[in-house]
């Protein structure tokens, strides 16, 4: 299995494959893990938490503007 070589996470659109609409920056060594967090999906509250393989822990708030751009949007809309 490709091993990440990113210090960074990225945030796609499935529109646009050619690059990321977003890049989360702050680790100090390689990405390892990432998860969603859902905290109140009908007011589009989520947050990414991510940690690098020197165990370094970063949880990001997802912007609106993040979620329109993203395939997010299609999730929250259905739950309106």
């Not at 945030?11 to 050619?18: G, I, K």
């Not at 890049?23 to 990432?34: K, L, M, P, Q």
């Amino acid at each position: 299995m490709p091993q990440r070589t990113e210090n960074n996470f990225f945030l796609w659109s499935l529109d646009n494959l050619t690059a990321p609409v977003h890049s989360f920056a702050g680790h100090t060594d390689v990405g390892r893990e990432f998860v969603w967090r859902t905290g109140n999906p009908a007011n589009q509250e989520f947050q990414l938490l991510s940690i690098s393989k020197g165990d370094d822990f970063r949880m990001w708030k997802i912007e609106p503007q993040q979620l329109q751009v993203s395939f997010h949007i299609l999730y929250t809309q259905n739950l309106k």
